[in-house]
């Protein structure tokens, strides 16, 4: 007797009795499971004789399999590394202790009543090609993650069907997915298994880069509302697909990196908020300005978005926000702090645009800095004009505002004539003041207007 040198998946060997001729067990000569009806019991066999502190089935085919009702790792987290599945029904099986499916191929094999556990759950970079769901009334428990990431699912029916999910971590990442809807809910927990869904109870769930061209929806339960899961949408075109739907999601900790989202529909969605303005939590956990162009673009897909879905107070918050990322991206490339911090806050345009008309959403705003002119400069009127006294008299009161009036309309050549206002600079100032804010008020007039 001696021990199979067939390497596993660590590279170390199996490890299990083999006959004095041979140098790999029974098991790793035929690497091939399925068949003979008889499936169950070599697996069972593998199991008892290898000592491994894992069941590593990795490389190996298995061959229209019928397995139900057991703890296909007898006791071990088990492997499937590149393996090969051709017409397999798992039905009732129990992983209790992890599983790894990675690259491994599934033609035509689904999962029905099973229940994976354990530390981690992964499908990395399997292959899944079949005409009927893959996954159906399944519960992935592991402790830690459930990983998908660049799996691909070729097939014309939903790949997850009555599927719940309850982890730290869910990783969809780069997948590719053909089927005809796929429907995400957030939850806290499942008494009924929904068909045609994929429900997950999870801290953090990542789609990037998620490739998928038919119906997508992302559903919120109502009494999972306030739950605010970390997930990534980042690197994903919406608008291929034939429909995106967003419906009473919690989209606080949602980050849409270079996402194009011109044609998603958001219905009763929660953004978080900042200054009492909609905001991206990619911009909240965005503290060194490192994605500035990341979030110039995510504000601008929403910003057209909402727009032309006709929702003009949240589009008004998108445009606030591009526009602050315009001006914090001045100079963001200089080594120089103080020269940046001019350039943000006085020598550019965008501070003065915010400062006068909140970026033309604020006509009040412009409005209060027309009276806040006519006001100040009537009182340095009567100043110079040695006019003012303590109390002052209403006469006195109304002909400041009146001097300042004039400025402001260009009416004021008979006064200066007449020596009613004595300095030129002053009045160059309040006319320079007054042609820059009167138009932000118009322009942010005419935009509510036209909302």
């Given at each position: 007797?001696?021990?199979?040198?067939?390497?596993?998946?660590?590279?170390?060997?199996?490890?299990?009795?083999t006959e004095a001729t041979n140098r790999w067990c029974?098991?790793?000569?035929?690497?091939?499971?399925?068949?003979?009806?008889?499936?169950q019991r070599?697996?069972?066999?593998?199991?008892?004789?290898?000592?491994?502190?894992?069941?590593?089935?990795?490389?190996?085919r298995f061959e229209r399999v019928l397995t139900t009702d057991l703890d296909l790792g007898y006791g071990r987290p088990v492997k499937f590394v590149a393996a090969t599945f051709n017409h397999c029904q798992f039905i009732?099986?129990?992983?209790?202790?992890?599983?790894?499916?990675?690259?491994?191929?599934?033609?035509?094999?689904f999962f029905k009543n099973c229940v994976f556990e354990g530390k981690a759950v992964s499908f990395n970079e399997c292959v899944f090609n079949g005409d009927r769901p893959v996954f159906t009334h399944v519960s992935f428990l592991p402790k830690v993650e459930l990983s998908f990431a660049g799996a691909i699912f070729h097939g014309a029916t939903g790949t997850f069907d009555e599927v719940y999910c309850r982890t730290k971590k869910v990783d969809l990442g780069q997948c590719s997915i053909s089927a005809d809807r796929l429907l995400?809910?957030?939850?806290?927990?499942?008494?009924?298994?929904?068909?045609?869904?994929?429900?997950?109870?999870?801290?953090?769930?990542?789609?990037?880069?998620?490739?998928?061209?038919?119906?997508?929806?992302?559903i919120n339960n109502s009494k999972a509302l306030g739950q605010a899961p970390i997930v990534l949408f980042s690197r994903?075109?919406?608008?291929?697909?034939?429909?995106?739907?967003?419906?009473?999601?919690?989209?606080?900790?949602?980050?849409?990196?270079?996402?194009?989202?011109?044609?998603?529909?958001f219905i009763n969605v929660r953004w978080p908020q900042k200054k009492n303005r909609l905001i991206v939590y990619d911009e909240l956990s965005n503290v060194d300005d490192t994605e500035s162009g990341d979030l110039l673009y995510t504000y601008s897909q929403l910003k057209k978005n909402y727009e032309e879905n006709r929702a003009y107070e949240q589009a008004g918050d998108w445009h606030y926000r591009e526009m602050e990322i315009r001006r914090r991206n001045l100079s963001a490339?200089?080594?120089?702090?103080?020269?940046?911090?001019?350039?943000?806050?006085?020598?550019?345009?965008?501070?003065w645009y915010k400062l006068f008309s909140g970026y033309g959403e604020s006509y009040g705003r412009s409005l209060s800095w027309i009276v806040v002119i006519w006001a100040a400069f009537a009182i340095v009127y009567n100043c110079i004009n040695q006019a003012l006294t303590w109390p002052p008299s209403v006469s006195l009161i109304q002909e400041g505002f009146a001097l300042s009036a004039a400025v402001m309309t260009l009416q004021y050549k008979g006064l200066y004539s007449a020596g009613q206002l004595q300095c030129p600079q002053l009045i160059v100032l309040q006319i320079l003041l007054t042609a820059t804010v009167?138009?932000?008020?118009?322009?942010?007039?005419?935009?509510?207007?036209?909302r």
């Open positions: 007797m001696g021990e199979c040198i067939w390497e596993l998946s660590d590279g170390l060997p199996c490890g299990a009795p029974p098991f790793h000569r035929a690497r091939h499971i399925g068949g003979d009806g008889d499936s070599r697996l069972k066999n593998y199991a008892a004789a290898t000592n491994r502190s894992f069941l590593d089935l990795s490389f190996v009732g099986l129990q992983f209790k202790h992890g599983s790894t499916f990675d690259k491994a191929t599934f033609e035509n094999t995400i809910m957030i939850c806290d927990e499942v008494k009924h298994f929904i068909p045609h869904q994929l429900s997950i109870n999870a801290d953090q769930i990542s789609f990037v880069d998620l490739r998928f061209e038919s119906h997508f929806e992302y994903i075109n919406f608008s291929r697909l034939k429909s995106a739907v967003f419906i009473n999601a919690n989209l606080e900790r949602a980050r849409f990196t270079y996402s194009v989202l011109s044609k998603v529909d490339a200089s080594g120089n702090k103080l020269w940046r911090w001019l350039r943000r806050n006085f020598l550019s345009l965008y501070p009167l138009p932000l008020f118009l322009l942010a007039l005419r935009r509510r207007f036209k």
